[in-house]
């Protein structure tokens, strides 16, 4: 028997060109998540129902906590301090200033409070994006091989391992963290051919499995730690970009879509595309941890 115990459904209906990262914060205990193309940051409170937005200056990937009480905001022009209270941003720090057109897409926070993230060219097409690690001191250090879209990342329940992956390659990627966070090699955890759907954001249960959604694949999987299939979760749109365990008990998943593949036929055969989907599981997601390391 399978561990998804319902099916999809939509929670929150944007009709969002891009939605990416969802992220449960547990001292709100509301998910977080970003609508990349829109410039805008979303806040959904299942218990209430409440439903908040922000403005970003620019493209933001993702939107994560920060043990300050603020947020880290992945956007186009790098990493920034974001403070829901003032709505502001901050700069911290640009990891690729010699590449404008690459923009930050979808980052991780492991146990031991460290951020992990990845670049990707805005067009799709040329390879210059990576997975980086923001050091204590402040600085981002590149941890992959270039890719043109970099996706992920994620880590394991014992925080020894990375996931990682190379979307238009249709692969994901494993590595083992090492003292003080460097990065071993890369060794391929699966494969999802292309005709299949593109491997976007991964997440990890409490289990140490490791779901990913499907863009073009209208589908979520779940592999074991070993990489084996175990569970395909159908949506009723075809592009889920990441998944996210929230909730009191860590059980319901929360799934971003997008929208921005679709002409106008296609909207109107996926009326749900860009909406933030929701479904129960038996096995738990793993508590968040907040970025503390280099800020």
């Avoid at 979760?233 to 008990?249: L, N, R």
Wanted: charged fraction near 20%; hydrophobic fraction near 40%; proline fraction near 8%.
């Amino acid at each position: 028997m399978g561990v998804v115990l319902t099916a999809p459904e939509p929670v929150w209906a944007l009709g969002a060109p891009l939605l990416e990262g969802p992220v449960w914060v547990q001292r709100d205990a509301a998910l977080w998540f970003v609508d990349i193309k829109s410039h805008r940051i979303h806040r959904f409170d299942p218990a209430s129902g409440e439903r908040r937005s922000w403005d970003a200056p620019a493209q933001v990937g993702f939107c994560l906590p920060a043990a300050n009480g603020k947020f880290v905001a992945g956007l186009q022009t790098g990493l920034a301090i974001f403070d829901p209270a003032d709505r502001s941003f901050t700069p911290l720090t640009d990891p690729e200033p010699a590449l404008p057109g690459n923009r930050l897409n979808d980052g991780t926070v492991d146990p031991a409070g460290r951020l992990w993230f990845g670049t990707m060219d805005d067009g799709e097409s040329e390879v210059t994006g990576r997975i980086y690690r923001l050091g204590g001191d402040g600085r981002c250090v590149a941890e992959t091989a270039a890719v043109s879209i970099s996706n992920g990342p994620a880590v394991s329940p014992d925080g020894r391992t990375l996931y990682h992956v190379d979307t238009l390659g249709g692969v994901i990627h494993s590595a083992a963290i090492g003292d003080g966070g460097i990065l071993g090699d890369s060794r391929v955890f699966a494969t999802i051919p292309n005709s299949e759907g593109f491997p976007d954001g991964p997440a990890v249960d409490a289990e140490g499995c490791v779901w990913i959604g499907l863009y073009n694949g209208a589908a979520v999987r779940r592999y074991s730690p070993a990489g084996e299939l175990l569970d395909v979760v159908a949506f009723p749109v075809g592009a889920i970009t990441k998944v996210a365990f929230g909730g009191p008990d860590l059980r319901t998943v929360y799934a971003t879509t997008a929208s921005k593949h679709l002409d106008a036929d296609g909207r109107a055969e996926e009326p749900h595309a860009g909406d933030l989907f929701a479904f129960r599981v038996s096995v738990p997601g793993l508590p968040g941890t907040e970025v503390s390391v280099g800020l």
